[in-house]
Structure formats: structure tokens, C-alpha cells
């Protein structure tokens, strides 16, 4: 089955900084999703991406998709300590009706 | 509060035993769903039910036995338990009929096999 793969696996970084990370992923798709995933919690759902959008915000997120190179990345901007957590990206593959998850990144910010 | 509940979060049993892990949901959704999260955080599907039918259902062992009473509730019940069963299962819910990508997860049930 199809997966977003995200890079780099971890990142780590001072408060106010933004953090990127990239996902990667092989086959069509209708959508790619973005998950965050608190140490010790279930995922929460950040962002929802189509196929057909290039860009897209919410509040201090910003996705990017280039289905040509079939990736996506996902920026947080000023970063914050509760930003720490891992982030998951997921993607929906045409003809399909269940959500792929990559392997995740963690993030760090330090106060 | 509405959510999505498991329960218990942690659960520590040895191998060969049967073992159940509850959900539910007050969020008013029609699908739900069984994933399993392992020791490097790679979560995969494991079971869909959309209004109490059997949607998903990956490639997992007959060993796990999903079962939906209603709407609200999705139970996940694991017969002869083997170590390689040891892993965060999460359930979580979404409303098929207008975003049913956008999932409300528990927050997990830690399952340890020894």
C-alpha cells in the first residue's frame, strides 16, 4: 500500500524558529493530510490538502503540495514548546478510501 | 466532553491470553476505525466500520476480531496473544459523508504482550 514518507526524522529547534518537513509519496493521490501526535497521545488533525491546491494555511501552518513530484511539506512558523510533538503526514490514493501514514517526524523546539 | 475514548490505556497480558479494547465516540460520526501504531511510530490501518459494516478490513491476523454494537462503539477483540501483538492501538472516527479523511483519534491503548 501507498505511503507518505516524511524527511527528516528529526528535527530540533530554538523557540520562534520555523521548522520544515518534508513528506514524499508514490502513487496518486486525492488528498494528503497532516497529523500531529503528541508524546503519549492520539493524532490530532492539522490540515487537509487536495490534489488540485497547491498551498494552504491555517494559522501558523502552511502545506505545500507538488503532486508532479508527488511530495508535500508542511512549515510551522514561530515556533512554540507545545509545537513539540511528532508529525505525520497521510495521504488518500485515487480509487482508494483509507488513510496511508508515513513514518513521521519528531520535532524538538527548545525553550 | 466529546471525544473519542479507549479503553484501558494500558494493557499488560501474557501471550496466549484473549484480550478486548473498547471505543467510543460522542462526536455524532459514522465511521470508525482500528489502527495500530508500532515500537517506530508507524501507524497502519487495521479496520474500518462505516454505520456498524465492515468497510476495511487490511491484511491482519483472524486473531483480531473487530466488532461494532452501534454507531459509537468499535471493540477490538485479540485472541491468543503473541508478543508481536505488542503495540499502541488506536481507534479513531470521522463522518464519512462530508470529510471522511479527517479522523478524531484516542488517545491510545498501550497493549504489552510478554
Same mark, same amino acid.
Given at each position: 500500500?501507498?505511503?507518505?514518507e516524511?524527511?527528516?526524522?528529526a528535527?530540533?529547534?530554538q523557540?520562534g524558529?520555523?521548522?520544515t518537513m518534508?513528506?514524499?509519496y508514490?502513487?496518486s493521490?486525492?488528498n494528503l493530510?497532516?497529523y500531529?501526535q ?11 490538502i487536495r490534489?488540485n491546491?497547491?498551498?494552504k ?6 502545506v $505545500?503540495l507538488?503532486t508532479?513530484k508527488?511530495s508535500?511539506?508542511?512549515?510551522? $512558523?514561530a ?6 510533538a511528532s508529525?505525520f503526514c497521510? $495521504?488518500v ?12 517526524n519528531?520535532?524538538v523546539v527548545?525553550? | 466532553?466529546?471525544?473519542v475514548?479507549?479503553t484501558?490505556?494500558y ?5 496466549g491470553?484473549d484480550?478486548?479494547?473498547?471505543? @467510543?465516540?460522542n462526536?455524532g ?10 515500537s517506530?511510530?508507524f ?11 465492515l468497510?476495511?478490513?487490511e491484511?491482519v491476523?483472524n486473531?483480531f476480531s473487530?466488532?461494532?454494537p452501534?454507531k459509537?462503539?468499535?471493540n477490538l477483540?485479540?485472541?491468543?496473544? @503473541?508478543l508481536?501483538?505488542s503495540?499502541v492501538?488506536?481507534c479513531?472516527?470521522s463522518l464519512?459523508?462530508?470529510?471522511p479523511?479527517e479522523q ?11
Open positions: 500500500s501507498q505511503q507518505g516524511e524527511d527528516p526524522q528535527l530540533s529547534i523557540e524558529e520555523n521548522a518534508n513528506c514524499s508514490k502513487t493521490i486525492n493530510q497532516w500531529r503528541n508524546s503519549g497521545r492520539g493524532l490530532v488533525h492539522l490540515i487537509l490534489s491546491e497547491r498551498e494555511h491555517s494559522g501558523r501552518l502552511r $505545500t507538488d508532479s508527488k508535500s511539506s508542511l512549515l510551522i $512558523t515556533s512554540r514548546a507545545a509545537d513539540t508529525y497521510a $495521504t490514493a485515487r480509487g482508494n478510501n483509507r488513510l496511508a501514514f508515513g513514518k513521521g519528531q520535532v527548545i525553550p | 466532553d466529546t471525544a475514548s479507549q484501558p490505556k494493557l499488560v497480558t501474557q501471550m491470553n484480550k478486548s479494547i473498547k471505543c @467510543e465516540q462526536l460520526h459514522d465511521t470508525m476505525y482500528w489502527y495500530k501504531q508500532d517506530k511510530k501507524l497502519k490501518i487495521m479496520f474500518s466500520y462505516n454505520n456498524k459494516e468497510i476495511i478490513n491484511t491476523p486473531r473487530p466488532k461494532s452501534d459509537a462503539h468499535l477483540h485479540i485472541n491468543s496473544l @503473541e508481536g501483538d503495540a492501538y488506536f479513531a472516527s464519512f459523508r462530508t470529510n479523511y478524531y483519534f484516542g488517545p491510545g491503548t498501550r497493549l504489552t504482550v510478554t
